[in-house]
T-cell receptor, first 115, second 112 residues
Framework: GAGVSQTPSNKVTEKGKYVELRCDPI?????LYWYRQSLGQGPEFLIY????????DSGLPNDRFFAVRPEGSVSTLKIQRTERGDSAVYLC?????????????FGPGTRLTVL | DAKTTQPPSMDCAEGRAANLPCNHS???????VYWYRQIHSQGPQYIIH???NNETNEMASLIITEDRKSSTLILPHATLRDTAVYYC?????????????FGKGTKLSVKP
């Protein structure tokens, strides 16, 4: 079956612009996660959805970052007034349940470059 | 911060066993040990997890010491495709946080 998909695979934007990154989780997965990965580092947690609601957004770095999941499936990560420091690979993952017993399935990521 | 310590890099000859160590000396009784790996330009991939007993699946074996303060991931016959960054993660079962906390992992290079 289809895995987690993310679009676009690459996004180049200019400082100050607005960007949207999309994640399509595995069908039926209720939990969805966004992570950010800078070069040479492990993924860093941003936000976690259980269904439509953000259960934990403690990893969002500031109020320029926002994410939605209006129908409990597809999620969009939105970044306003992008800065060069936002350049990273943004990873999305989904899992069946919130419990730590359930493995997370990751997408290939969106590479964001802010010029 | 990550609760685990791993060597930054390791080499392994193709066809030999790769043994990747992980220290988690502050692990709590209700925390599991998880291993993920990330092949270049891909998202992380789940490998295996365990609580206190040794575990084996089609990908790897996980050996957890009796005091649970360290563990070893074993790839019994490493191939070139096993070249990746391997992450050891400890996580509470059924805890309030669903996210994984990644460290820098171990970069495993399998050489012909």
């Amino acid at each position: 079956g289809a895995g987690v998909s993310q679009t676009p695979s690459n996004k180049v934007t200019e400082k100050g612009k607005y960007v949207e990154l999309r994640c399509d989780p595995i069908s039926g997965h209720t939990a969805l996660y966004w992570y950010r990965q800078s070069l040479g580092q492990g993924p860093e947690f941003l936000i976690y959805f259980q269904g439509t609601g953000a259960a934990d957004d403690s990893g969002l770095p500031n109020d320029r970052f926002f994410a939605v999941r209006p129908e409990g499936s597809v999620s969009t990560l939105k970044i306003q007034r992008t800065e060069r420091g936002d350049s990273a690979v943004y990873l999305c993952a989904s899992s069946l349940l919130r419990s730590s017993y359930n493995e997370q399935f990751f997408g290939p990521g969106t590479r964001l470059t802010v010029l | 911060d990550a609760k685990t310590t791993q060597p930054p890099s390791m080499d392994c000859a193709e066809g030999r066993a790769a043994n990747l160590p992980c220290n988690h000396s502050t692990i709590s009784g209700n925390e599991y040990v998880y291993w993920y790996r990330q092949i270049h330009s891909q998202g992380p991939q789940y490998i295996i997890h365990g609580l206190k007993n040794n575990e084996t699946n089609e990908m790897a074996s996980l050996i957890i010491t009796e005091d649970r303060k360290s563990s070893t991931l074993i790839l019994p016959h490493a191939t070139l495709r096993d070249t990746a960054v391997y992450y050891c993660i400890v996580r509470v079962y059924g805890g309030s946080q669903g996210n994984l906390i990644f460290g820098k992992g171990t970069k495993l290079s399998v050489k012909p």
